[in-house]
């Protein structure tokens, strides 16, 4: 039970993080009364929530069996792999590309990048 409800945590947690701080934006942008802001925030949400839970899919739910199969199951080793699993999508996202397809191409407006 206690593994069902940390996995539930490790998807809503980041999903909601990231709903909140678009509602924050959305209300610092549009008048408060606005009545579509929970509309475009009901959206987000669903989407954050679609990320984290293939995010936790794909590489937490793996992570944790790894872990377990070696016998590392300690405090520091899970938040180790669980800072590394949770930064590297962000890290294969970023990653420079050096191929020609994926260079930027010239500016058409005579002004440097």
Do not use: E, N
């Not at 993080?17 to 942008?29: D, N, P, R, S």
């Not at 936790?56 to 699993?85: C, D, E, K, N, T």
Request: charged letters at 10%; proline letters at 9%.
């Amino acid at each position: 039970m206690r593994l069902v409800l940390a996995f539930l945590a490790a998807i809503c947690i980041p999903a909601g993080i990231g709903t909140a701080v678009y509602l924050i934006g959305q209300f610092m942008m549009f008048a408060p009364d606005d009545p579509y802001i929970l509309v475009r925030t009901r959206t987000v949400m669903f989407a954050c929530l679609a990320v984290s839970m293939l995010h936790v899919a794909v590489l937490g739910i793996p992570g944790f069996l790894v872990l377990r199969w070696r016998g590392a199951l300690s405090w520091p080793s899970i938040l180790l792999s669980g800072f590394v699993l949770g930064a590297l999508p962000g890290a294969i996202l970023s990653w420079p590309c050096s191929t020609r397809i994926c260079r930027h191409p010239p500016s058409t407006t005579g002004s440097p990048r």
